[in-house]
């Protein structure tokens, strides 16, 4: 969706955590994207690529860490694995069904210098 | 190696809480109204506010790209409204609604309508702070609308199938809309209207003064 908006969010979070932490170069990013977050992870490498330029993070490798999406089934009363927000519980067919896992976004780990 | 574990979102959440507690002390009602562009939310507005204003206090934050014109129309009813223009932004964010706050200046106790950038995608990762996303979808856009762009119809507490009256000369099959919609989000709560010829209006002007009367409620 707003690829380039969530790229320059994570470059912000670098420059914050790059006084705290004390380094001055990003050689690695590791991002947690879960597969319910409507994030486009090709769209995402692109973006991250062009907003970095010229930043702490200039030529930075990008290592995405798929989440799948997980949901509590209410009729199963158990979790279940769901790739869309609108798939039916693969079990019983039920879509009373609530997302508590693979909708997160999140930068995990950086490798600095 | 540096472990960060920060949500990408963070700053934008952040925001968000501000905005929250804004409106929590102040009693005040806010609805983050989204949709595709020509849903007819202004129109909505607009005939909401007309039957409300002499009741409430409202105002209104218009998102839009570009021009000023639905701020326009909106203050043409006699209430405050802020236009924000995204430029190249497809969504409203947290911060800006912060800003327009302090130029708006809404009473204690109104109903604060955020009409966001008309688009189904983004706005639906942006929590702005209010009480609830409401979603407007009309008849006109066809009834596989919830699970085209499931992220926000997830989102959303309320959704509004809007101009109603249309569906003679349409093969808009409503029904199936309504059960698209729950399938993405069980707990949705679905209203037919037509804001053009008032038909349903009465039960959105309902849930809107019950969630007003939820907001003045103080808990200890």
């Not at chain 2, 507490?157 to 809007?162: A, G, P, R, S, V």
Request: net charge negative; with cysteine.
């Amino acid at each position: 969706m707003h690829e380039m908006s969530l790229c320059e969010s994570i470059l912000q979070v670098l420059e914050q955590q790059a006084e705290a932490q004390q380094y001055s170069k990003v050689k690695t990013v590791w991002l947690e994207i879960g597969a319910l977050a409507s994030v486009e992870t090709e769209a995402l490498r692109f973006s991250f690529d062009v907003v970095m330029q010229g930043s702490l993070a200039d030529h930075a490798q990008l290592e995405i860490i798929e989440v799948p999406g997980q949901a509590w089934c209410m009729p199963c009363s158990r979790n279940v694995v769901v790739q869309q927000l609108y798939d039916l519980c693969p079990h019983c067919g039920s879509h009373q069904l609530q997302v508590n896992s693979g909708d997160q976004m999140r930068i995990k780990e950086l490798e600095v210098e | 190696m540096v472990q960060i574990e920060q949500d990408i979102l963070a700053k934008n959440n952040r925001y968000a809480a501000e905005n929250r507690r804004y409106f929590g002390e102040r009693g005040m009602l806010a609805l983050n109204l989204v949709s595709s562009p020509g849903s007819g939310k202004t129109t909505l507005l607009t005939e909401t506010i007309a039957r409300l204003k002499d009741d409430f206090d409202i105002a209104v934050i218009e998102g839009d790209q570009q021009t000023a014109r639905d701020a326009e129309r909106i203050r043409a009813t006699g209430v405050p409204a802020l236009q924000i223009n995204t430029g190249k932004g497809c969504h409203l964010d947290a911060h800006r609604v912060g800003h327009a706050l302090e130029t708006l200046q809404p009473k204690n106790h109104s109903l604060l309508f955020i009409e966001n950038v008309g688009n189904l995608v983004c706005p639906s990762a942006f929590d702005l702070g209010e009480a609830h996303k409401v979603v407007i979808l009309s008849v006109t856009e066809g009834e596989d609308k919830p699970i085209k762009y499931p992220d926000m119809f997830h989102a959303a507490d309320l959704m509004i199938l809007n101009k109603t009256d249309l569906l003679p000369y349409l093969d808009f099959d409503s029904e199936q809309c309504i059960q698209y919609a729950k399938q993405v989000n069980p707990r949705i709560k679905i209203l037919s209207l037509s804001a053009k010829t008032g038909e349903g209006m009465d039960s959105w002007l309902r849930w809107l003064k019950a969630e007003l009367e939820l907001q003045r409620i103080d808990y200890a």
